[in-house]
């Protein structure tokens, strides 16, 4: 057979084919659509990439549903089981909780571009809803498998959500009730985050991409937004036709490639921190009796952890359980707040200032979850030590004062120079800032957010205490002082004394 | 393309080979449960580094790698001590049945591994680690003799040399064995001499430093300035 008639017979089998499957006419209207040639841009490749994470994700997963069981008395063996002797199992735990970072940063970055090419206008309101939905759902995602990792994180991480939703008006009991599957975290609760996690928020993500990508064939994409192109509901289809008229091109090959280099970037990258960090935990076993820990959600909920740590307590309800609905509430029907109008950035300060002022504040609250400064730090008592200058030149009863700051364990709120909890004030140069009386009054009182330690200290532990604080201030620098009290003779010579000293050092 | 497939392929050939990657989990990185922590540097740095220091850093109380105060101590007096405290010196209890955060095997760790920071065998000369508290008059004396020249003849402290040792509130704070551990080891990491350097070429002896202890103690006030009777070890 020459290759003439082989090419003959297979064109003779896609015909045949492609008379009873209709795959040309597949094509042509999916990837082979028209998309204004200003489209084929990098700026428009993240929702193709969002979309590659979490076609990962569902491989991945699936891979993970092959060892992992879902049962609380098995869920932490498990997840050791394939971190440290299943082969290859720590690059799928790996993979999976790479793949989950990226799919909710890059999803981030293609809702923020979405946004500030006004591609939300009209006609695309069903197009950005369905993406609210899948924002949400993707967050929900990520979540659920932070539970899914049944370690002492995911543990107290419930613990918190059942808090929060059992602060509900009137049905708090029977919420917490329905998320956990009873009263307490157990069993129950990992079956149906399990379910959540691997049946219904995938499917509904399948279900809603099925939605969004099918908007985006029919309403086209998003023309690359320019200065003074106005959007009127009168004309804009118009205008969108003889775009795509002039100047469309098909989606597969001319934009095609893009999105494809993107791929492979978002794989690489993926890759890169899965060989470079490996998996996340799994931390400690999730034990309730077990309180010796510090947990912390995944990056992408750090935001919401500094939030409800930092809110005064009269914000509480309204923050949790008022705040979410309204700003998403806002997100959903954002297309119709703002419908028509300048599309581009470069004319939409607001949009560009909002998109600034969020974040900079999901920013710092990440940096905040992230330290979690307001934790104490409850090994410090035991573990924090002392640098040398703070410890050297005391005096016994000083030196005792500062066995009594390490036993009654007030190294945990306070560090010294930077070593311990950072709770509150940092009691390297206390002794610049208050007065002995001062001091006394605020270790036996407390106020300004510390506890009163009255009870807790014999009053020879409270002079100790005292003295050593007292002595905390840096070389050349003076105590405090009561400003009611004029100096005396003997402090002015020590005065001069120390600024002898400190002139000397220069 | 051929270069992103390529490189691709690379990344999954390191990651398919037994070569070290920095992102697989290592046995180490297994999370112990605490009472399972047998790593003698994570025990001591968690729970005994904030007030006896670590080698290099000070605490407020006396260094355990202090050869001269290993030296003195029975190992199973420390054991004794890490189990259930010293209240009196504000020593608290590691033990979990004292309602500390250690096991038994973990405090057998610390201890075993404290002592092998001793080097030499007790000199000689060495006081007895206790005793009974010796004479007030007598003490007064050697309390002249060899801490004077920095506690000053009151045992008021002398500025810039040392602080006092007869405050009430510290000697409030302290046991008599704390005084006597004190007297013979010293705080040679804080420039306080041990027993047999504080004048040079004549080293304290037990008896005098039970008496010198009982000088000490005989200072002991309440808190509201009474003298208390010397307690009897």
Same mark, same amino acid.
């Given at each position: ?506 | ?71 003195? &101590?029975?190992? $199973? #007096?420390?054991?004794? !001590? @890490?189990? /259930?405290?010293? *209240?009196?010196?504000?020593? +608290? ?8 955060? &250690?096991?038994? $095997? #973990?405090?057998?760790? !610390? @201890?075993? /591994?404290?002592? *092998?920071?001793?080097?030499? +065998? ?22 002249? *003799? ?88």
């Amino acid at each position: 057979m020459n290759g003439k008639a082989l090419i003959q017979a297979l064109n003779g089998v896609y015909e045949w084919v492609d008379k009873r499957l209709h795959v040309t006419d597949l094509f042509n209207h999916t990837a082979g659509h028209p998309i204004p040639k200003s489209s084929a841009s990098w700026f428009y490749v993240f929702g193709s990439a969002t979309l590659l994470c979490f076609m990962i994700q569902l491989l991945t997963g699936c891979l993970l549903a092959l060892v992992y069981v879902p049962s609380a008395a098995e869920a932490y063996t498990t997840l050791e089981y394939l971190t440290f002797r299943q082969e290859l199992g720590w690059f799928l735990r790996a993979t999976h909780y790479w793949g989950s970072n990226f799919m909710v940063g890059i999803m981030l970055i293609h809702v923020t571009q979405v946004f500030l090419f006004g591609a939300y206008k009209y006609p695309r309101e069903i197009t950005w809803m369905s993406g609210v939905v899948l924002m949400l759902l993707t967050l929900g995602l990520a979540f659920t498998g932070q539970v899914m990792r049944f370690d002492e994180d995911a543990y107290w991480g419930l613990g918190i959500g059942a808090a929060i939703a059992g602060r509900s008006p009137m049905i708090g009991q029977q919420v917490v009730n329905f998320m956990l599957g009873g009263p307490i975290i157990a069993s129950e609760t990992l079956s149906r985050f399990f379910t959540l996690h691997v049946f219904v928020l995938p499917g509904s993500v399948l279900a809603l991409v099925a939605l969004h990508l099918r908007m985006v064939l029919t309403k086209g994409i998003n023309e690359y937004p320019k200065p003074g192109q106005i959007v009127r509901k009168e004309t804009y289809d118009k205008e969108y036709a003889t775009i795509i008229k002039k100047e469309g091109i098909p989606f597969f090959p001319h934009g095609i490639w893009k999105d494809l280099v993107a791929a492979s970037i978002v794989i690489g990258g993926i890759l890169f921190c899965v060989l470079m960090f490996g998996p996340k935990g799994p931390l400690g076993e999730p034990n309730p009796t077990q309180i010796d820990t510090v947990p912390r959600p995944d990056f992408f909920f750090l935001w919401i952890f500094a939030i409800a740590a930092l809110m005064p307590d009269y914000m509480e309800t309204f923050m949790l359980l008022v705040a979410p609905p309204i700003i998403i509430g806002l997100l959903f029907i954002l297309p119709f707040i703002n419908n028509t109008g300048e599309k581009s950035w470069r004319r939409r300060p607001i949009a560009v200032l909002s998109v600034i002022l969020i974040y900079l504040a999901l920013g710092l609250l990440t940096y905040l979850g992230q330290t979690s400064p307001w934790s104490p730090d409850m090994k410090a008592w035991s573990g924090a030590e002392t640098p040398r200058e703070f410890v050297e030149g005391r005096s016994p009863l000083e030196l005792q004062g500062l066995a009594v700051l390490q036993n009654k364990q007030c190294r945990n709120c306070h560090a010294i120079d930077g070593i311990g909890g950072h709770r509150g004030p940092d009691l390297a140069d206390v002794g610049t800032r208050l007065t002995k009386d001062q001091l006394v009054r605020q270790i036996i009182q407390g106020g300004g957010n510390m506890p009163a330690y009255g009870k807790n200290l014999s009053p020879y532990e409270t002079d100790a205490l005292v003295a050593y604080m007292v002595s905390l201030h840096p070389k050349g620098e003076l105590p405090a002082r009561d400003s009611t009290i004029p100096a005396t003779p003997a402090p002015l010579s020590v005065q001069e004394g120390e600024q002898h000293e400190a002139v000397g050092a220069h | 393309m051929k270069i992103a497939a390529l490189s691709l392929a690379c990344l999954s050939a390191i990651a398919l080979s037994g070569c070290d990657i920095p992102g697989r989990p290592k046995k180490e990185d297994r999370r112990p449960e605490p009472h399972h922590v047998t790593d003698f540097k994570t025990l001591y740095s968690q729970n005994c580094a904030g007030c006896h220091g670590n080698g290099q850093s000070v605490g407020p109380v006396i260094a355990m790698n202090d050869p001269l105060y290993l030296s003195i &101590l029975p190992k $199973e #007096q420390m054991r004794q !001590i @890490v189990t /259930n405290g010293r *209240a009196e010196n504000g020593m +608290p209890a590691f033990a979990l049945s004292n309602g500390g955060s &250690l096991t038994n $095997e #973990q405090i057998g760790i !610390i @201890v075993d /591994n404290i002592y *092998a920071w001793a080097k030499n +065998p007790p000199p000689t000369n060495a006081p007895a680690y206790s005793a009974p508290l010796g004479d007030v008059a007598r003490g007064a004396a050697v309390f002249a *003799a060899n801490c004077a020249s920095c506690h000053g003849a009151d045992g008021q402290g002398l500025k810039d040399k040392a602080g006092s040792v007869v405050n009430p509130a510290y000697l409030g704070l302290v046991s008599d064995q704390y005084l006597r551990t004190i007297t013979i080891a010293g705080r040679n990491d804080l420039g306080c001499p041990d027993f047999a350097s504080r004048v040079p070429g004549k080293a304290m002896t037990s008896e005098e430093i039970s008496d010198v202890v009982a000088w000490l103690a005989s200072h002991r006030e309440n808190e509201f300035g009474q003298k208390l009777a010397p307690a009897q070890q």
